[in-house]
């Protein structure tokens, strides 16, 4: 069984749809206007009384016209969409003219004829008023129904719509149940019970006010004053309705005729009846208004934190990508609907500038932005007092640059700061004066907060990638560096030898090297390049590329050095240098011949003598051009003995610091070498390093550090044996 | 952290700057800063007095490195007075005496300014 369609959906759908139906319904209504307009004037004119049918045909007629009227401004007020305040403004606007107009035109009329025995106009004149006034006053009716149409069904669901068109529908009736009845008659048992009925609707729609409760403070206040202005013009109407139906019969006062009841009682009815409705929710609106202004406030920060946080969710769910962060940030605020245009600008140290930069602008260019308001001025202002600038009216302010054409009417700047760190700030423009209301900069600086801590992060992400980077470049380094020192040392007879090698940081300065230099003779470099990093690493490679080609080339520790210093200097920056000690040992004639280019002195230990430190005078690589270095440069010259231990080493060694802030030293470095001096070259390393990390007390190394102990097994050198004190003798490099 | 300052003071047409704590490699860059600020201003007469200085590493001798050659072109000297002796030790180690005038007090530092010219070989 089919279903049966429900009587309104069933008389929406008959009505003509789209363009053309529109006109369709504008023409039936003009059509329908003007039948009923001339047999309103000819039947005036013809003073005899008309039948009730007559009557009947005219109201039903009448209240056809009506719903015409109304169906065909429905789209032109469904057009203008369902903004509250401006509904209500519009409605204000067009009331308020047609008013006007009405008390106009019935000033111009002057006294207006009712003919008793037709009660209809008693005159031309009246006929003619009484035409355009009915037409005017349906028309105030339509406009004060459609403009609380939209309010009424605010969030509506499909009961509420029912309800609105029962409630026209049980107006419609009422005033078509009069249809037969004289004007002065009183009204029939069926009307008062329609009538009755027809209230509980608008009852039901008065209480419709969900509109009124997210509107901001200013927009309730003005809403009020609107709601009040139109219950006023309704008001007026309705009350020289009444006035007019009071006074009945006979002659009028020019503004107090009832036109429209006299055009038409059922017409009257329902212009009646749509303007006590029009009173009824406009007073109930200004009424909720009122008591709804104290709350404003709360539900503000409400709905403007519910606003930012959403957007925040969607931002946090983005990459730590800072292009990508910034131009979401920028975004948001124009997507939420709270500005019209927003741009961001970023204090970024790692440019090397402190002059904050327009990274990403949305609803305008960078190059605008930037044109637009002094963006240095306000960032700065901003980030000093950590508060939200508001600019109520840009243009008035002296940071802002923006003319008349760029339609700036107000500014919020908002700090972008996290973990007490000014990142910039958030800008937030509308083309409206006072455009921003507390709700806004509430959600605006809940937002830059947020925002500012999603920059926090991604910047602390952008750090860890960095670090991550640079980690495993100089792991890299440290690699390569590594291949540098000697993989094997060579054999060495009658010599032992000990190395031990520990960079303080991933990239070291020290390099030692050990070379056979033929004809039994071995050279020993160990060196410091002064300072860490890469640029001691270049050094390094630098000298190892020198030692590795021209050792061979002299048997002379000094003329080495020479060699060396006069190579690099002219390639080391001016603060860089480098100090080393090289000693060869001749394993045939049983000498040590040792030359120190600014570096530590090699520590020398012997069987029931010493210990003694080995400085002879010489400059580090690096300090003269050449000149100074060779005249200055000594060489020592040790005639070994079985059992002789030499130290080479870097400053890491000695300037081992413990708790107390005592350096590690050379008195207790030369202690530790003659205590172990009996032992086997590895043991003795082994030993020394054990001692120098027990004084540190496991402090970190704060320099790299290099030791190479030698320790000679051959026998005693009895060629050239000088008659001295000590085992050593001195002579200058160059002679 | 850094435990290291510098200061200046004048004597006549010298300016002297007073090290206090440890020049190293973190410390150097402020000591650099505090020598381009006399190069700049024009005082190329320094002296650096260092009774307070506790340790100086190769990155601070460095600094020493850097500024001895405009700071002589200038017309004047970088004299060092007042070492402790461990401190002294790593000038010494370097060759420094052999490029510097350094000296026991701060006194004579500008005595030497005053009288002999720097003789610097």
Not at chain 1, 39 to 51: D, R
Not at chain 1, 475 to 503: F, M, S
Not at chain 1, 588 to 608: I, K, N, S
Not at chain 1, 644 to 663: I, K, P, Q, S, W
């Amino acid at each position: 069984m089919p279903e049966l369609p429900q009587p309104i959906v069933q008389f929406r759908s008959l009505l003509p749809a789209g363009r053309a139906g529109h006109i369709a319904l504008v023409v039936a209504a003009a059509v329908l206007f003007s039948a009923l307009a001339v047999a309103h004037s000819g039947f005036s004119l013809i003073g005899a009384p008309v039948t009730s049918l007559t009557r009947a045909l005219i109201n039903v007629g009448s209240v056809g016209f009506a719903t015409l009227v109304y169906f065909a401004a429905t789209p032109w007020f469904e057009r203008a969409g369902y903004d509250p305040l401006r509904t209500l403004w519009r409605a204000l606007l067009t009331a308020g003219g047609l008013l006007m107009a009405m008390v106009v035109l019935r000033m111009f009329v002057g006294e207006g004829q009712m003919n008793p025995r037709t009660s209809l106009s008693g005159d031309i004149e009246t006929a003619i008023a009484t035409v355009v006034l009915a037409f005017m006053e349906t028309s105030f009716a339509v406009v004060i129904l459609h403009s609380i149409r939209p309010l009424v069904l605010f969030r509506r669901t499909r009961v509420t719509r029912r309800i609105w068109q029962a409630m026209l529908a049980t107006m419609g009736l009422a005033a078509l149940s009069t249809a037969l009845l004289l004007p002065s008659a009183n009204p029939s048992l069926v009307t008062s019970l329609l009538l009755f009925v027809s209230v509980a609707p608008m009852v039901y729609c008065a209480f419709r006010l969900g509109w009124i409760v997210p509107l901001t403070f200013r927009h309730k206040l003005m809403s009020m004053v609107f709601s009040a202005g139109l219950a006023g013009l309704i008001g007026l109407v309705l009350f020289q309705q009444f006035v007019g139906l009071a006074s009945a019969v006979g002659s009028f006062a020019g503004d107090r005729v009832p036109y429209v009841h006299l055009f038409s009682r059922s017409l009257g009815e329902i212009v009646v009846f749509s303007l006590v409705f029009g009173l009824l929710y406009t007073i109930t609106a200004v009424l909720s208004l009122l008591f709804h202004l104290p709350t404003t406030q709360a539900f503000a920060q409400q709905t403007g934190e519910i606003r930012a946080f959403k957007a925040l969710a969607e931002l946090s769910s983005e990459v730590l990508d800072r292009d990508q962060l910034v131009e979401t940030i920028s975004g948001s605020p124009v997507l939420a609907g709270i500005a019209e245009s927003a741009w961001i600008a970023l204090i970024d140290p790692a440019s090397g500038s402190l002059t904050p930069q327009v990274v990403a602008a949305s609803g305008v260019t960078k190059q605008d932005a930037i044109r637009l308001v002094a963006i240095e001025a306000l960032v700065e202002d901003v980030a000093h007092s950590t508060m939200p600038i508001l600019l109520g009216t840009a243009a008035a302010d002296h940071r802002v640059r923006a003319t008349h054409g760029d339609h700036l009417g107000s500014l919020a700047v908002l700090p972008l700061v996290a973990g007490g760190q000014s990142y910039g700030a958030l800008f937030a423009a509308k083309a409206m004066t006072d455009g921003f209301e507390d709700d806004d900069v509430a959600a605006l600086a809940t937002f830059a907060g947020q925002a500012a801590l999603a920059l926090s992060h991604a910047s602390l992400f952008q750090d860890a990638l960095e670090k991550e980077r640079l980690a495993r470049e100089l792991a890299l380094a440290r690699e390569v560096q590594q291949r540098l020192l000697p993989q094997t040392l060579p054999e060495i007879e009658g010599v032992e030898i000990a190395v031990a090698e520990h960079p303080a940081q991933e990239i070291a300065g020290d390099y030692y090297d050990v070379v056979d230099l033929g004809e039994g003779c071995f050279g020993i470099l160990v060196a410091d390049v002064a300072g860490k990093g890469a640029a001691a690493a270049f050094y390094m490679a630098q000298l190892k590329g020198v030692f590795q080609s021209a050792a061979k080339m002299t048997a002379s520790p000094g003329a080495f050095l020479a060699l060396a210093n006069e190579a690099l200097t002219p390639s080391l920056a001016r603060r860089a240098f480098i100090s080393a000690t090289y000693g060869i040992v001749d394993t045939r004639e049983g000498t040590f011949t040792v030359a120190r280019a600014g570096h530590c002195p090699t520590v020398m230990a012997r069987e029931g003598d010493g210990p003694w430190l080995l400085r002879a005078d010489g400059l580090g690589i690096g300090l003269d051009a050449g000149p100074l270095f060779r005249r200055t440069l000594r060489e020592q010259v040790v005639h070994l003995s079985p059992g002789d231990v030499f130290t080479l080493y870097t400053d890491g060694l000695v300037e081992a610091r413990n708790n107390e802030g005592d350096e590690y030293g050379y008195e207790r470095l030369t202690d530790a070498v003659h205590d172990l001096r009996k032992r086997a070259a590895t043991d003795i390393l082994a030993g020394l390093l054990v001692d120098q990390r027990g004084f540190a007390e496991g402090n970190q190394l704060a320099d790299d550090l290099t030791v190479v102990v030698l320790k000679w097994n051959g026998t005693a050198n009895l060629l050239d044996h000088p008659e001295t004190a000590e085992p050593f003798t001195i002579r200058p490099a160059f002679a | 952290m850094s435990n290291f300052s510098v200061s200046f003071r004048h004597r006549d047409d010298i300016c002297v700057l007073d090290l206090t704590g440890e020049l190293d490699a973190h410390t150097a860059a402020e000591f650099e800063a505090a020598l381009q600020k006399c190069v700049t201003e024009g005082d190329c007469k320094l002296v650096v007095q260092g009774k307070d200085l506790q340790y100086i590493s190769s990155a601070g001798l460095g600094v020493f490195m850097a500024f001895i050659e405009p700071v002589r072109d200038g017309g004047g000297d970088i004299k060092v007075a007042g070492l402790q002796p461990r401190v002294f030790t790593v000038f010494d180690l370097l060759g420094f005496p052999l490029l510097f005038d350094i000296l026991d007090t701060e006194d004579e530092a500008v005595a030497r300014f005053n009288g002999s010219p720097a003789d610097q070989s």
